[in-house]
């Protein structure tokens, strides 16, 4: 099982801030299948970056995503106070798939 | 417009069993894999299980193998995941999520599993 690991906990920024969020992967991600996840509470989880880079269809290009091999990155050039949540990666190229254990994004 | 929507939550004893069930709309059911991932209270995203869009590959995470089973029936497109000899440590909201590879593109709201005497 691949065990992904999330830093850091919380991230508190303003708005208008950059988000650096780090994934780091117990081993390699085959072809780089990682993906990102925004989650809300009460809501439904919602895809931000596929295969480490891709945005997902709707996604503003605040979102970014990179990385490959263990250690990737998902970045938000510019908060938004609508960005408070959740963050996850969660590896796709492997099953079990995996989630990291998240990183809460507070906008101050 | 893509929807999934769950149902079959509620609150049971250990031991019991409970089927939930997620219609899907807006999209070409039978070509998604599609999965059911939970969320305890107070915890992150936990993947628990898979299925191939035409039904003939499953996975599971290990600790509901052999006690849970993930089934669809893409002439309603339809996905269920049958929940056996329950514990309390199942006790999670459960979404289902379906994408064309393995990543989950579309999700539904969950719906809510509480195992308690």
């Known amino acids: 099982e691949i065990v992904l690991t999330q830093s850091p906990g919380t991230l508190s920024l303003s708005p208008g801030e950059r988000a650096t969020l780090s994934c780091t992967a117990s081993?390699?991600?085959?072809?780089?299948?990682l993906a990102w996840y925004q989650h809300k509470p009460g809501q439904a989880p919602r895809l931000l970056i596929d295969?480490?880079?891709d945005r997902a269809t709707g996604i503003p290009d605040r979102f970014s995503g990179s990385g490959s091999g263990t250690d990737f990155t998902l970045t938000i050039s510019r908060l938004d106070p609508e960005d408070s949540a959740v963050y996850y990666c969660?590896?796709?190229?492997?099953?079990?798939?995996?989630f990291g254990q998240g990183t809460k994004v507070e906008i101050k | 417009e893509v929807q999934l929507v769950e149902s079959g939550g509620g609150l049971v004893q250990p031991g019991e069993s409970l089927r939930l069930s997620c219609a899907a709309s807006g999209f070409t059911f039978r070509s998604y894999w599609m999965h059911w991932v939970r969320q305890a209270p107070g915890k992150g995203l936990q993947w628990v299980a898979m299925?191939?869009?035409?039904?003939?590959?499953?996975f599971y995470v290990d600790f509901v193998e052999g006690r849970f089973t993930i089934s669809r029936d893409n002439a309603r497109d339809s996905l269920y995941l049958q929940m056996d000899n329950l514990r309390a440590e199942d006790t999670a909201v459960y979404f289902c999520a379906g994408g064309l590879g393995w990543t989950a593109q579309y999700w539904g709201q969950g719906t809510l599993v509480s195992v308690s005497p």
């Open positions: 295969d480490a880079s």
């Open positions: 081993q390699s991600v085959t072809n780089n299948f």
């Open positions: 969660q590896q796709c190229a492997h099953s079990p798939l995996t």
């Open positions: 299925i191939k869009g035409d039904g003939s590959q499953k």
